[in-house]
């Protein structure tokens, strides 16, 4: 029996899987963007405090801000709109905040879901010695007021700011302060709010 047909066909099959198996290897190799996720509002039965490091500068991300600044915005709004609840939802749809170096998307606040973008101008918090960042410095003066038995810090980390992350995370453990992080791609937006993915502490 003849089988060098059968042959040809199963060699050109193999050739066809082998050329796909590359092609995949080489897309996967060069993915770089990492797609943020919300966030849970508690992990462990601690709360976290939101950092951003970008630009190799500390950014705080106070949630009590967050909500506070929707709150007003909100007060606001519905005076201007006369409690008319279309047009207020009309406005309510074109509206930005900015909160501590950051744009906040009101929409998806009033659903509970902060989602922040990075405002590339703002100015953070930069520290260069652990030792110096006392109790009364902007950085440590956070630390300080966290609650070790009920709070822990969670790192949001951009591309360009590993060294202040650092820095920040061992200032932290040497408060005896639980640490978590997450690394962020350089403009993504970071979400916070429920639904999301569990944080654990390193």
Known sequence: ??????????????GVLVLIILLTGIDASQITVLVATPKEMQSDDKAPVFFECRKNQLFHISVDELKKACDEKTEELREKTAGN?????????????????????????????????PI??????????????????WYGSRLAAIDPETQ???????????????????????????VACELQDEKNPIMIGPGGERMFMQ
Not at 1 to 12: A, G, I, N, P, R
Not at 90 to 100: H, I, N, R, S, Y
Not at 152 to 178: E, H, T
């Open 152 to 178: 822990f810090i969670c790192f949001l980390v951009r591309p360009d700011s590993y060294r202040i992350f650092q820095r920040a995370r061992n200032l932290a453990w040497i408060k005896n302060l639980n």
């Open 120 to 137: 590339p101008e703002a100015e953070g918090y930069e520290f260069t010695s652990q030792a110096a960042e006392t109790p009364d410095k």
């Open 1 to 14: 029996m003849d089988l060098s047909s059968f042959t040809d066909l199963m060699t050109c099959i193999l």
């Open 85 to 117: 609840e279309t047009e207020f939802l009309k406005v309510a749809a074109q509206t930005l905040l900015e909160v501590g170096g950051h744009k906040l998307d009101y929409t998806y606040a009033l659903m509970g879901k902060y989602v922040l973008l």
